[in-house]
């Protein structure tokens, strides 16, 4: 398994998710990692684990509390957009497939977000989203 916690340190609740992992390594079993951005080279670490969870924050203002989704590699014709600026979860997953001809299976973890402006310090509503990501994932694990 391989956890990304995705975002950025100094944009606020943007960091949610490398908090999150910073928190998790060396107490869960997985590979975790901490990236700034979705790039296509991910791809080739993807296709070497059988499952993957993407650590983010949301900025969805009705979203209170981390949310799991399940995410699906377009097949196809209409696999969507290999190429351009911003790259999502089913866009790398498209990536691996186009590349590798698999993709793991995927999960989000979005958490709740508030604030992306310059900073280190999450608002309180980020900083709960983290604590209870954090529990969520140590109990996945076993822990």
Do not use: K, Y
């Not at 296709?47 to 900025?59: K, N």
């Not at 209409?78 to 999960?107: E, F, K, S, T, Y």
């Amino acid at each position: 398994m391989l956890l990304l916690g995705l975002g950025n340190d100094l944009r606020g609740d943007d960091g949610a998710g490398p908090r999150v992992a910073r928190a998790l390594v060396g107490r869960v079993p997985w590979d975790v990692r901490i990236v700034h951005g979705l790039t296509p080279e991910l791809a080739d670490d993807l296709v070497e684990v059988d499952v993957a969870l993407f650590v983010d924050a949301a900025a969805d203002p009705s979203l209170d509390a981390p949310v799991w989704q399940r995410v699906e590699a377009p097949r196809g014709r209409g696999a969507g957009q290999l190429l351009g600026h911003a790259l999502d979860v089913p866009g790398l997953l498209a990536w691996c497939v186009a590349l590798h001809g698999r993709a793991p299976r995927a999960a989000t973890l979005s958490l709740p977000a508030r604030d992306f402006a310059l900073g280190e310090t999450l608002t309180p509503t980020a900083e709960a989203g983290v604590a209870a990501a954090i529990a969520a994932l140590r109990a996945l694990a076993g822990d």
